[in-house]
DNA sequence: CTTAACGTGCTACATTTGTAGCATCCTCGC
DNA sequence: GCGAGGATGCTACAAATGTAGCACGTTAAG
């Protein structure tokens, strides 16, 4: 069974625009991450490609162009690398606590309670 | 200015026995960290070297035979690592709260509210 | 129509990371 | 003194990452 994949440092750039809009095409992707990534339109759409290849979003022709989703939901990726953190950096079983995300810029007080519940759920899978 | 490289996640692996003992040959520390890497010694011996080179690790020889030792404290490095988990992953520019590092198995009470101490002073500086 | 602008598919290429092997050389025990 | 075992220095190589360009086809505007 294919892991979910994990986005790299890029791609974790590009998969924000995608969290913001539910459905963007490459160009209207490029446009929004492009004053922080500084890369040129080329190296956006390649990054793109591969997070398809891998699974991070799900493309689909509208109106003839290409666009893209993201295959995770925001609350469920950053579960999966809270997650990584966690058990990588810190070396803990533990779910990361609530308090962790809550200067997060890309969270709401709701969506931190889900992300909770989401990474309780992790942990418990892990144990059997 | 170099900056402080961060290890990756292998380089990681290798550093936590570096913080268990202030320093150790390059077959201490594969005896130490096999049992999680499964890697062969050359492996082991190969990511020594680059972490060398990157300054995560002084060498140095001893009775002939080359010891290394973390550059970083533990606590230096996990506040590194906690300050781009904080900036990449969750976009913000404030610190980790302590309680994110409660269950870390490699901290103890007093070395969590040191790099709680660190993580402040760091976002201090990024603000000038 | 013709062309400029844009979308798309490919290819490219340097670095970093993950992982390993070989050839020597030194040293300690016999 | 000699040989086995370990230490060292190199080299290797595939995959992942970061970043970009080119050629070609389509389309909307003049």
Redesign the interface.
Known sequence: MAQLARPS?SE?KLL?ALWAAPRLSAREIHDATEARTKWSYSATRTTLDRMEEKGLVKAKAVHGIKTYAAAQSKVAM?AL??QD??R???????P??A?????????DSDEIEELQALLDSLSEEGER
């Open positions: 440092g974790l924000r950053l690398l809270a953190f966690a990588n950096v810190l070396d803990s079983d533990e990361l606590p308090a962790a995300f809550a200067h997060s810029k890309l969270l």
